[in-house]
């Protein structure tokens, strides 16, 4: 059973920078595929960005793409999120996630993954 811890949130400035972490518990981390979401106040849960056991194969909610890099470092079980050019509407709680299977057409789905972490804090000033 894989357990999520995120770090790396905080308060950064319209155009700058921060990268998420997410470490996890559990052999067998390293053959799950892995996600990032965000929830701002008041909104459900938005897909972010996916990337599967070994890095080959990523995906993005058009809203980041270009400014936010999903990895993952399968020694250390632990995932990334890379987040520049940073603007106010980023400004969410940030929750990473594991599914307990393959890769799926699914895979920006709030219910395809297992297990979630307790999220991270993410604050874009303008």
């Known amino acids: 059973q894989a357990q999520l811890v995120e770090s790396g949130g905080g308060l950064v400035q319209a155009g700058g920078s921060l990268r998420l972490s997410c470490a996890a518990s559990?052999?067998?981390?390293?053959?799950?595929?892995m996600g990032w979401f965000r929830q701002a106040p008041g909104k459900e849960r938005e897909f972010v960005a996916a990337?599967?056991?070994?890095?080959?194969?990523?995906v993005y909610v058009d809203s980041v793409k270009g400014r936010f890099t999903i990895s993952r470092d399968n020694a250390k079980n632990t995932v990334y999120l890379q987040m520049n050019s940073l603007k106010p509407e980023d400004t969410a709680v940030y929750y990473c996630?594991?599914?307990?299977?393959?890769?799926?057409?699914?895979?920006?789905?709030?219910?395809?993954?297992?297990?979630w972490g307790q999220g991270t804090q993410v604050t874009v000033s303008s």
């Open positions: 996630a594991a599914r307990r299977g393959s890769w799926s057409v699914t895979i920006g789905t709030v219910s395809t993954y297992d297990y």
């Open positions: 559990g052999r067998a981390f390293t053959i799950y595929p």
């Open positions: 990337i599967n056991w070994s890095g080959s194969n990523t």
